[in-house]
Nanobody, 114 residues
Framework: QVHLVESGGGSVQSGGSLRLSCAAS????????MSWYRQAPGKERELVAG??????TYGDSVKGRFTYSRDNAENTISLQMDSLKPEDTAVYYC?????????WGQGTQVTVSS
């Protein structure tokens, strides 16, 4: 059974940094497409960063500020978030696509104050 656990959320002032992590279990991690999404109040869930093979895709609003990383030996992905802005406030979700079947983590809240 696919299991994803996010950690590292919290509150920070504008311009600050946070690092999110997602620990995965229950599947062959190296075969999965692993991504970060976020959902702000009243908005649709959007892609923050995703990884397919050696290619990482970032949402336009986070390019140059967020950095995705993946550790296949530890079955984890991380998201280093720098130069945070109030508009980055959202619940951040880890997402695993395993052979076409998707699973979401429980989410972690990130709040950026001005």
């Amino acid at each position: 059974q696919v299991h994803l656990v996010e950690s590292g959320g919290g509150s920070v002032q504008s311009g600050g940094s946070l690092r999110l992590s997602c620990a995965a279990s229950g599947f062959t991690f190296s075969h999965a497409v692993m991504s970060w999404y976020r959902q702000a109040p009243g908005k649709e869930r959007e892609l923050v960063a995703g990884n397919v093979g050696i290619t990482t895709t970032y949402g336009d609003s986070v390019k140059g500020r967020f950095t995705y990383s993946r550790d296949n030996a530890e079955n984890t992905i991380s998201l280093q978030m720098d130069s945070l802005k109030p508009e980055d406030t959202a619940v951040y979700y880890c997402y695993a696509n395993v052979d076409g079947s998707g699973t979401w983590g429980q989410g972690t809240q990130v709040t950026v104050s001005s």
